[in-house]
């Protein structure tokens, strides 16, 4: 359980806001728009929300059951922690993703 504790006090400087196809979307280390081309605003408010989001998940949830979710079923951690009951995410809509996917063909 201490790696979901030490999984928090990351340095989350290295993320921050990108724009791709149009829309603003979180960018850094281990997230799908890491390596979409773009200028990336780095600092400001997001590694304090992002420290802060990660404790609450924390908090929220027992490191338990997100460990015992993530040991059922390690593709469906995301859907849990980020579109559960208490995920902050928004999904992309579907024109969105087909407009993506004609760019990389």
């Not at 773009?38 to 304090?48: A, D, F």
């Not at 490191?63 to 208490?86: A, H, V």
Request: glycine share 10%; with cysteine; hydrophobic share 30%.
């Amino acid at each position: 359980m201490e790696a979901l504790d030490e999984s928090c006090l990351q340095n989350w400087e290295q993320y921050g806001l990108k724009e791709v196809d149009g829309v603003k979307r979180l960018s850094g280390p281990g997230l799908e728009t890491e390596n979409e081309m773009g200028m990336v605003m780095l600092g400001g408010p997001w590694p304090q929300r992002l420290f802060k989001m990660c404790h609450k998940y924390l908090g929220d949830h027992d490191e338990t059951k997100i460990y015992q979710e993530f040991r059922n079923n390690p593709d469906s951690l995301e859907d849990y922690l980020c579109y559960g009951n208490f995920g902050v995410c928004t999904k992309l809509s579907e024109k969105l993703k087909i407009n993506s996917q004609k760019k990389e063909l």
